[in-house]
Every structure is written in C-alpha cells, then in structure tokens.
C-alpha cells in the first residue's frame, strides 16, 4: 500500500516555475515507477511525466518536454515535478500516481495503482 500527497501547486505568471512535491508513504516506495499527471477543467486527464523506480530513465510528454523535469529521492520517499516556463495552458490540477509498471512505459492512467488528491497548479497570461 502506497499513499501519495501532493504539494507545491499555487498560482504562478506565465514564464514562471513551481516545483510539485509527492511524498509516499510506505517502505515499497522505491519498488514503483512514479508518474505525473494533470487534467485541466473539461478536459481528461493527461499524461505529462513518469520515472523509473531507480531513477534512471525518465519519460515526457511532448507538451513538456524541455520545460519540466522529473526527479525523485528514494531516501526521502519523495518525486519533484520542476515545472518551468510555464504557460497558461499549464494550468490543471496535478496528481502524482504510483505504479508497478515493469517493461511498459507508463504513460496511460491505468498502469498506475496509487494516486494522490492532486494539487492546483494555475498560470495566468
């Protein structure tokens, strides 16, 4: 069993960054692959980043790439979304999700078991 809180959301302007913050708590945290995701108002929600249970490989949706960065601290049972450059259409609420994904690169909202409550991230213009 894994529970997920997130933390770091606010409002920010456009061009700004924030750095969400995912604490697990359990002793298997670093047996899952720990992904983000986000889903703005009337929209479903998206993929935007995963990473490996090491931390080696790490994987981006093309919306962000370049712009946020993925990182976790097995150590402190933690996952960091840094978000920079940020735009309007950034805006959503995030969520942090847990999965054994094995061999799948974890991208899809079902190959995850545990989710967070989700934090509100708004980018104004």
């Known amino acids: 069993q894994v529970q997920l809180v997130e933390s770091g959301g606010g409002l920010v302007q456009a061009g700004g960054c924030l750095r969400l913050s995912c604490a697990a708590s359990g002793r298997t945290f670093s047996s899952y692959a720990m992904g983000w995701f986000r889903q703005a108002p009337g929209k479903e929600r998206e993929f935007v980043a995963r990473?490996?249970?090491?931390?080696?490989?790490?994987y981006y949706a093309d919306s962000v790439k370049g712009r946020f960065t993925i990182s976790r601290d097995n150590a402190k049972n933690t996952v960091y979304l840094q978000m920079n450059s940020l735009k309007p259409e950034d805006t959503a609420v995030y969520y942090c999700?847990?999965?054994?994904?094995?061999?799948?690169?974890?991208?899809?909202?079902?190959?995850?078991?545990?989710w967070g409550q989700g934090t509100q991230v708004t980018v104004s213009s």
């Open positions: 999700a847990a999965g054994l994904l094995g061999p799948r690169l974890g991208i899809a909202s079902y190959e995850y078991d545990y």
């Open positions: 990473i490996s249970w090491s931390g080696s490989s790490a």
